[in-house]
Structures are given as C-alpha cells and as structure tokens.
C-alpha cells in the first residue's frame, strides 16, 4: 500500500525513531490548552520588558505545517484545531543526541507535544520557547506542497482530512455548521418543541415525492426503503397525542447530483398541533433572525453574489399571482392546460402531455419564477395535485393551504396545514398509485398504516421541513452542497469499481 518513494522514506524514519526509544506512535499525552488559548493567556509578554515569561510554562499541540532548520536551532509553525503558532527548540535545550535525532526524522505532518514558555522573537512574533518535545505521532503520507496546498476540488471532497489540514478556513465553515445546528435545536426546544426519532428504514417509501434507495432486511424476509422523509411517523405522534415535536436527521433520495443536491442529506421536520401554516411561516422568519444574530451576521448578506435581504417582512404571495409577477405569463395560459403546453414546447421545454393542470402549472413554476426569487419570499397556496398530504382550502378545492420558501432561487423550506381527514388522504393516495402506474416513479405509496391511524383523529396541525444542508449554504455563502457535507456522494473511482482492472 505504502509504496511511495516519500512513504517508504517516512516508515524508514519512524523505524529509527523506535530504534533509538521514540515511539512515533505514543499515547497517554495530554495538554494543558488550546494554542488560541495559549495565545490568550500569555499575551501580556508583549508588554513586558524582556517580551518572554520563563516562570510559567504551558503545553501545547499541533501538526507541524513549517519546519526550518538553522544549524542548532529550529523553528517551526505547528496547527491545531482553530489556531497556529511558531515554537522554537535548540540543541542546548533538548542536548545533542535527541535533538539530532528529531532534526534528522521529524518532518512537515508530523504531531508533536510541546511544553515551555511564551516569548516575542527578534522580529516580533509571538512564540513558545520549547523546552521539552514529544513526538505525538509520525505522519507516513506526505502532504502536498504546501505554496499549491491542496486545490483539486474533487481531491479536498474524496479527502476531508486532508483538505482540513490544508485548508484550516474549511474546519470553520463545519464549526459553523454545527453552530447552526445547536441553535436551531435551541430555538425550538424554547418554544416548547420535543425532539424525537423515528424510523430510518421504512415499508414503503412516503412522506414525499422522490425516487427512494432500496434495501432488503434478511430476518424479516422483507424489502424496506431508506426513508425520503420522517413525515407520515411523525404525524403519528401527533396522532398519539404530542403536539409539538421536531426531528433534525438524515434523509435519502436516489436522485441526481449537482450544487443543491445530494442523495443523503439533513433535514428538520416539526409538527405544530392547534396552529397553521401562517404560524409556521412566523416561526421561520422568526428562526431565520435568529440564526443571523446567532452568526453575528447582518440583516442583508451575500450569497453567491447575490445580495439577500432579511431586513424586511419575507413577501408572501400566491403560486398563481408568482406565475404572474415573477413569470411573467398570462392567467388565459396559467389557467389553461393546452396553452401551458404550448408555451412550454414554444420556449423548449419538456412538456408532458399526462400531466394534470396543477402539475403542469408547476413546470411553469420551475421554468419561469424559481430563480428569480432572491429575497425571502413564502410562496403559497399551491395546486392540490402536487400536494398528496396538504389540507385541502375550504375556499377552493384545487388549492392547498401550502406555502414554501425561496431565498436566492432555491427552495429551502417546506410547510403545510396536514391533512387530517383519514377519507381524503386515503383518495390522495388512490392517485398517487395512479400516478405511479402511468411512469411517476416520485409518486408517493400506498400507507394504509397512516391512514388508520388518522381514522383515531390528529388535531388540526401544521407541520413544515427545511433543508439544513441548503440553510448552512446560505448562512456560510457556498454555492455547492458539498462544501457543507463532510463526506459528500462521489462518483467511484475506476480502481473502486468491483471489476476494473
């Protein structure tokens, strides 16, 4: 495996460190703090006289990411999780045999343990004097050069850590990451919301309209799916009597990649008893704020060059008047199956004779508005037919009392008032199976489990789900979904393809 010329040069140098008592491998090392710490604790030196402390010693860590030799002295910048600093050692120090000994096999990637003092060098910068030195542990692999790093997208996503240790700002953007996360929890444990968990396998595939993965469990001698969405277990809480519950986990589609979209992705979903999806898009706005101050981030923001603005209510307006402002069409085409399928062939566009007058007014939708909803916007009231779980509007019977939200063209968040009549869904799914049989293979299943258990009785609810991947997009400004995923789906290399040669 190891068979690298440099490779082969480290596994040599870790072998003599052993031969002579190091072991290049050492546990049971411990630290006293951080190297930001270290920088906070002891920076008072710079306002000494002499710009050094010798009384009081501290030990820190880090990989080394410089090494310069001079002769009996060497300095180096060592890196640990959030900060970086210069520490310099000398023959006199460490004495000859083991400071020759680490001139000669310690390199760049190597982690070490070090304990001495703060100083100032000749130049001003700020340093620790070592006075003792462990080899933490020896790095085999050579990183790669370090005035190119490492730049290759497709290298920094098939190798985090690598990609970490050379870019440490991508270690910040997952810190981020999980800040949002915490105080998205937060948030919604103070307005009185339970966490629960609930099925990552499921028997069929529902709670929304995707291509799901597929599996097999052996015991049971039965196919089950990873599930698109927690939505339909949820709701059977709220069925069993909770009335304000979240969860903040996995899902997964079997559908393509590309900067907004990966088949395992995070999600929340919370579900609101005696409240409606107004409610819901107060508690969003609300949330969103929240996130903004929790990120010491302004009111407008950039994102991919665009700028957003959360300084004002978020528009709310309906799926057909968007068609209109935003799309720019005509409500003699809007309202007419014929002439959506005439303009969409006319601007080249795929145009499926099949599809209903809801469904093709969202191709319209996707075609003409969705990018040009940059500010927050709730767009809502959709279609019936391309809402399988939506309550139906007592105004309008091919209207859902629906709404989701669009910041800078994308969709980020989705929320309804839930039907909860056990008859009408039961209807919904008659056709979703229609659906299915005429080539829809998004189109939901059959769930005679969840419909039984609306026949008990759900209270009214309103329930709603955001992308977490895409909102740490947003609030970070990256444009692909795999700069928010540590692990993000790739394509396999050819050597990993059972077969290859």
């Known amino acids: 495996m190891f068979d690298n010329i440099l490779e082969q040069q480290k596994i040599q140098k870790a072998e003599e460190l052993r031969k002579n008592g190091v072991n290049p491998y050492a546990h049971f090392l411990k630290k006293d703090m951080s190297i ?18 010798q009384d009081k010693k501290a030990t820190i860590s880090g990989r080394i990411k410089l090494l310069r030799i001079a002769g009996k002295s060497v300095f180096a910048n060592i890196e640990d999780e959030d900060s970086s600093i210069q520490i310099y050692f ?3 120090i460490l004495g000859d045999e ?13 982690i070490v343990l070090v304990n001495g003092y703060a100083f100032l060098t000749n130049t001003g910068e700020f340093s620790l004097h070592v006075e003792k030195l462990t080899l933490a542990t020896k790095a085999i692999s050579p990183l790669p050069e370090k005035y190119h790093g490492l730049t290759d997208l497709e290298q920094r996503y098939r190798k985090r ?41 499921h028997p069929i595939a529902g709670g929304a309209n995707a291509k799901p993965f597929k599996t097999f469990h052996n015991t049971l001698g039965v196919e089950r799916f990873l599930r698109i969405a927690p939505e339909l277990y949820l709701k059977q809480l709220i069925v069993g009597g909770f009335e304000a519950i979240y969860e903040l986990n996995r899902c997964f589609r ?13 999600s929340i979903e919370f579900y609101w008893a005696f409240h409606d999806y107004k409610d819901l898009m107060d508690l969003t706005e609300e949330l969103l704020h929240t996130l903004l101050d929790e990120l010491d981030l302004e ?8 700028k957003i603005d959360f300084s004002k209510p978020f528009e709310r307006i309906s799926y057909k008047d968007a068609l209109k402002k935003y799309g720019l069409l005509d409500e003699s085409i809007i309202n007419d199956k014929n002439k959506i399928l005439e303009k969409l062939k006319k601007d080249s566009f795929e145009a499926n004779e099949k599809l209903d007058l809801g469904q093709l007014q969202a191709e319209l939708f996707d075609n003409y508005v969705e990018a040009k909803l940059i500010n927050p916007t709730f767009i809502v009231d959709f279609p019936i037919s391309i809402s399988p779980l939506s309550r139906r509007s007592d105004e309008d019977a091919d209207i859902a009392q629906r709404f989701e939200l669009f910041i800078a063209g994308k969709e980020l968040a989705n929320g309804f008032n839930e ?48 992308g977490i991947d895409r909102l740490v997009m947003l609030l970070t400004n990256k444009k692909s979904i795999r700069d928010v995923i540590l692990f993000p789906a790739m394509r396999p290399l050819k050597t990993e393809i059972k077969g290859d040669k």
Do not use: W
């Not at 850590?161 to 949002?180: C, G, S, T, W």
């Not at 009111?299 to 665009?306: A, C, H, K, M, N």
């Not at 005429?438 to 489990?449: H, I, P, S």
């Open 98 to 110: 083991y400071y020759n000994l680490l001139k000669k096999n310690l390199e760049v990637g190597d």
């Open 299 to 306: 009111r407008i923001i950039e994102f991919d060059g665009l």
């Open 254 to 266: 079997n559908e393509g990649m590309d900067l907004t979209h990966n088949p395992e992705f995070t």
């Open 419 to 466: 039907l909860n009549d056990p008859l009408d869904q039961y209807e919904r799914f008659l056709k979703q199976i229609e659906a299915k049989n005429a080539g829809d293979e998004e189109a939901c299943d059959m769930d005679e489990d969840f419909v039984r258990a609306l026949s008990y009785a759900m209270p009214p609810t309103a329930g709603e789900g955001i």
């Open 36 to 53: 930001k710490e270290f920088r906070d604790n002891f920076s008072y030196i710079k306002d000494l006289e002499e710009k050094k402390d």
């Open 161 to 201: 850590y690598l990609d970490m240790i050379m870019n440490p700002e991508v270690r910040q953007d997952f810190i981020k990451r999980a800040k949002i996360i915490r105080a998205i929890r937060t948030f919604f444990e103070k307005k009185g919301f339970l966490e629960l968990e609930t099925p990552m396998m």
């Open 90 to 92: 000398n023959k006199n």
